[in-house]
């Protein structure tokens, strides 16, 4: 389906809008984020974010939306290529830390939010946010599963190898922030790869 111009303008638009925030919301916090300091940044009138979004709330989550999308439109291509599992693996860990590095806000944004997440009465994170996160590990276990089929790794359960993967991305990444984002990303992609790929090969899956 075509989209029509005006269609194509309002989504830049939006992307303005959601990229000043995510910038905003990364330096500040949610809290002390302001809806007139993001409008400013955007070259919008507040009254204007309100065509686009309900409220800060709408917007914070849009943000992290967002950039949930992006990362799983990029681990989806990855699998869907034909390639080994285990490659497709390490694609995957390349592909989402590089993501990572380069949009760095996004993951100041998503990391305090990550905690939360295990919070069930959290309403606006179980609909809109976990669903995506939920959707990331199942691509990453389908992998795991794909593997395991070909005898190519370990018989384990592909959905808790899944997670321990996100969470080894993650606690690599925010300590690489932490530390001050001195040396490329990837120099740390490669301990994950290691440690990850290393346990979970099959002696087949070494060959």
């Given at each position: 389906m075509k989209i029509s111009r005006?269609?194509?303008?309002?989504e830049v638009r939006k992307q303005e809008i959601l990229a000043a925030a995510k910038?905003?919301?990364?330096?500040?916090?949610y809290h002390g984020a302001a809806l007139d300091e993001i409008a400013l940044r955007a070259e919008f009138s507040k009254a204007s974010l309100y065509t686009y979004f309900k409220d800060k709330e709408d917007l914070f989550y849009a943000v992290l939306e967002d950039g949930m999308d992006r990362l799983l439109e990029k681990v989806r291509e990855i699998a869907n290529q034909e390639l080994p599992p285990l490659s497709k693996l390490e694609l995957m860990v390349?592909?989402?830390?590089?993501y990572l590095e380069d949009d760095r806000d996004f993951f100041r944004v998503f990391n305090p939010e990550r905690v939360r997440m295990t919070d069930m009465r959290d309403a606006h994170l179980n609909k809109r946010i976990l669903p995506k996160l939920n959707a990331f590990v199942e691509v990453a276990a389908l992998v795991v599963k794909e593997g395991i089929d070909q005898e190519k790794i370990k018989k384990v359960d592909p959905l808790e190898v899944a997670n321990l993967l996100f969470g080894m991305i993650h606690s690599v990444v925010a300590q690489w922030l932490l530390e001050g984002a001195k040396e490329p990303l990837a120099e740390r992609s490669k301990v994950i790869l290691d440690v990850f790929?290393?346990?979970?090969?099959?002696?087949?899956g070494r060959k």
């Open positions: 005006k269609e194509r303008e309002r910038a905003l919301f990364a330096k500040e916090g390349k592909g989402v830390v590089e790929l290393g346990g979970i090969q099959s002696r087949k």
